[in-house]
């Protein structure tokens, strides 16, 4: 995995790491590329596009009605690729592919892997692919196409699970902030407190990114001292759905959090 983005970019800056998350075909259907290059330009580290579903469940209400939105603009799986077929001539950014599996087993999981690989992707997340199966099944396929694949972790995951993740991942554990459902905010309470130091003290080789509830330039830096990054997806969403031009949006959210 030498040669991944993802491995690279852990290996030449180990905090602040700041991770967008965005909607494939969010606003309109042709806004991807342009959001990727904008976020690459604006100091984003790495970013997650949200491959929409319809029926996202870990996700809140403001991904929801993205995920909504863009289907209704006719984006898919096989439109995503197609628009990012050209991207690594422009944008050297890792790139984090997000969605559910039943949309991923319908287009072939391998034939995913392979395509997704092809055009520059560096790593998944498919919240609902079972552990088991992932380690019996589906890892030499990601090994195979130099994929990463990133889990979750909660308040809730026992420690030992939570090595057994550490040992199966080679670039980041995504460590949701609470039970929740994302974009609701971060309440720094003594019990979230516990679980951020008690992860933190266990030692893993594995670098951690904060997500769920990371809004604004406070909750990043927050979440930066107990991580090595944090990741921002309902917060960005909004900002999408400002007035101005997709660009303006992009540039204006991101100065708000790197100033």
């Known amino acids: 995995m030498e040669h991944n983005r993802l491995t690279r970019l852990f290996r030449e800056k180990s905090g602040n790491l700041l991770n967008i998350y965005f909607t494939a075909g969010y606003p309109k259907l ?7 290059e904008e976020l690459e330009a604006a100091g984003a580290d790495l970013v997650e596009i949200g491959m929409p579903f319809s029926d996202p469940l870990a996700d809140g209400p ?23 077929a050209q991207v690594r001539e422009k944008v050297t950014l890792p790139i984090i592919l997000m969605g559910y599996l039943n949309p991923v087993m319908q287009y072939g999981f391998e034939r995913f892997c392979e395509d997704a690989a092809k055009v520059g992707v560096d790593g998944l997340i498919l919240p609902d692919l079972p552990f088991a199966e992932y380690e019996e099944e589906y890892k030499p396929i990601l090994e195979k196409h130099g994929l990463s694949l990133i889990f979750l972790i909660t308040p ?12 199966l991942t080679n670039s980041f554990i995504y460590m949701v902030s609470s039970a929740s459902t ?7 309470s003594e019990a979230q407190e516990a679980y951020f130091s008690k992860v933190k003290n266990l030692g893993l080789k594995n670098p951690l990114l904060i997500g769920f509830g990371i809004s604004d330039k ?4 927050m979440a930066c001292l107990s991580a090595h990054g944090a990741i921002i997806g309902s917060a ?10 997709v660009r303006q949006n992009v540039r204006s959210f991101l100065k708000t959090l790197r100033n």
């Open 30 to 36: 042709e806004d991807t590329v342009t959001i990727l």
């Open 62 to 84: 403001t991904i929801q009605a993205s995920n909504q939105v863009a289907l209704e603009n006719g984006m898919s799986i096989k439109m995503l690729l197609q628009q990012l």
């Open 156 to 167: 809730q995951t026992s420690e030992d699970r939570i090595r057994q993740i550490d040992a």
């Open 182 to 188: 994302t974009g609701s905010q971060v309440q720094t």
């Open 218 to 221: 406070p909750s990043f830096e």
């Open 236 to 245: 960005f969403i909004k900002a999408l759905q400002q007035p101005q031009e």
